[in-house]
């Protein structure tokens, strides 16, 4: 392959790695306009969780497909399906219709994220070059985290919702063509490999049930707890299938390996916090501060440009300081985070945000690097492609199923609280109040109440998150760093 060739192939992939970190940032951004536009508080959670979920479970998946298609091909597939779901979200005139889309971005996102870093192996060979690459993909993604709330907000101030989605069509398109005409496959390099699909397809249903337990808790909290009981009977399926499987799709001995497991447990619980953040932060300033949507996107800068620095401090670090410390001192500046957010009260002013995002980027850049290292290093090497596939699914499951609690718990606490009032103030108004520009239309002697009920319900949420992040320093402490493997 030519040098020219090389650039334009990388890239086209580093475009993919930008519009991933770009839809999440502009999407989280635009979600009070959305709420307001589409009356659909109720279902907030879901255009986050579902879009989780549906990367969570895809990622695995287009790994193995791609082993019998070709990485290229299948890429070019799942970008495809991402940039035409983006165009149904776009268009969507119902919460139903988006929610719809929000899953098949996740399942498009899932093999138009993770596939890219299979070719750069193909692409640099040489293991320095290729760490320069993967240098460059860091930069490009937490540039995308940068940039994205100031163009949600930009796009939400200045034209519609509607185009948080339809951004991603030219992206997506200029990444496909330009991967066609540089990147050209070997064929024989493909390999067809037996894949598990009765375990892929367990866990699915196990994630599925999870994931609607979550919402559930807004409705009913029976159906919830029997769609926990279905999820967790669901894995305890799972898990007995797989013990059984030649191949199966984790394998027992890496399940049962505490010392890697409960790194994958903090990077959940981590992740379950981070979500929370992303997610209600744009609504607090917006709800409570009547900020616009482009300072409520503001809110996530500090959290982006920190993490970015927090990574790049953790490899110098690693050097000299075990890894379990400096996850600790993560762990503590997420706490801070954390702890900022549940003694704010509803007068806190908009640098209070600011400060809570930049502890906790800085405490999730500086942790997930020694952990993302230790679950590869502290595993044989036939379990380093699942042991790190199985990262990144538990990971994505932090934001995924918090996500989806998040939501439901939201919703029943502003239903509970709208209840109170003796009909003098109704969810429909609480959905108006996310945007100042439908907040201005409400009755003002009304606002200071609904603001009120706001801030409860966000402060419900954050206490969650506080607990969240107590669990996993705990664990943490009482956790033992697993050796690593001779290779």
């Given at each position: 392959m030519s040098k020219r060739k090389l650039v334009v192939a990388t890239i086209a992939l580093l475009l993919a790695n930008f519009m991933g970190g770009l839809d999440a940032t502009i999407v989280n951004t635009a979600l009070p306009e959305i709420v307001s536009d589409l009356q659909g508080i109720r279902y907030l959670g879901w255009i986050s969780s579902l879009f989780l979920l549906g990367t969570a479970v895809s990622t695995v998946l287009w790994g193995r497909i791609a082993d019998i298609f070709g990485n290229k091909r299948i890429f070019q597939v799942a970008t495809l399906i991402f940039v035409f779901s983006s165009l149904v979200g776009g268009l969507a005139t119902s919460m139903l219709t988006l929610i719809i889309a929000r899953g098949f971005m996740g399942i498009?996102?899932?093999?138009?994220?993770?596939?890219?870093?299979?070719?750069?192996?193909?692409?640099?060979?040489?293991?320095?070059?290729?760490?320069?690459a993967l240098a460059r993909v860091i930069a490009a993604y937490t540039l995308s985290t940068v940039i994205g709330p100031i163009i949600g907000g930009f796009i939400v101030d200045y034209y519609s919702w509607h185009w948080?989605?339809?951004?991603n069509l030219p992206i997506g398109i200029l990444a496909i063509i330009?991967?066609?005409?540089?990147?050209?496959?070997?064929?024989?390099?493909?390999?067809?490999?037996?894949?598990?699909?009765?375990?892929?397809?367990?866990?699915?249903m196990a994630l599925i049930f999870l994931l609607f337990a979550g919402d559930a808790l807004a409705v009913s909290q029976l159906r919830a707890i029997t769609l926990l009981i279905l999820g967790f009977g669901s894995l305890g399926i799972f898990v007995a299938v797989e013990s059984h499987l030649d191949n199966p799709l984790i394998p027992i001995k890496l399940l049962s390996d505490w010392k890697i497991q409960s790194q994958n447990v903090i990077m959940f619980l981590m992740n379950g916090f981070f979500i929370c953040y992303s997610i209600y932060s744009p609504m607090w300033a917006q709800g409570l501060l009547g900020t616009s949507a482009t300072r409520a996107g503001m809110t996530q800068i500090t959290s982006s440009v920190l993490l970015l620095i927090g990574t790049r401090l953790t490899a110098n670090l690693m050097r000299n300081i075990p890894a379990k410390k400096i996850v600790k001192i993560g762990l503590i500046s997420v706490f801070l985070s954390a702890i900022s957010l549940i003694i704010a009260t509803q007068n806190s002013p908009y640098w209070w945000l600011m400060m809570s995002g930049a502890f906790e980027g800085f405490g999730v850049g500086l942790a997930f690097t020694p952990m993302q290292v230790s679950i590869q290093d502290g595993v044989?090497?036939?379990?380093?492609?699942?042991?790190?596939?199985?990262?990144?699914?538990?990971?994505?499951?932090?934001?995924?199923l918090m996500a989806s609690i998040y939501g439901g718990i939201l919703s029943l606490r502003i239903a509970n609280l709208v209840g109170q009032t003796n009909g003098q103030i109704t969810v429909a108004q609480m959905n108006q109040l996310t945007d100042p520009e439908t907040a201005s239309n409400l009755p003002q002697n009304l606002i200071p109440e609904m603001r009120r009920i706001l801030f409860e319900s966000l402060h419900s949420i954050m206490l969650i998150g506080f607990f969240l992040i107590v669990a996993a320093t705990i664990i943490n402490v009482i956790r033992k760093e697993p050796l690593k493997q001779i290779r």
């Open positions: 498009g996102a899932g093999g138009m994220v993770s596939i890219p870093f299979i070719i750069y192996a193909k692409l640099y060979p040489d293991v320095v070059k290729r760490a320069h948080a989605f339809l951004i330009m991967l066609q005409f540089s990147y050209y496959e070997d064929k024989q390099s493909q390999i067809v490999t037996k894949f598990d699909y009765l375990g892929a397809s367990i866990l699915s044989k090497a036939e379990l380093v492609n699942v042991s790190t596939t199985f990262g990144l699914l538990s990971r994505t499951l932090g934001q995924t």
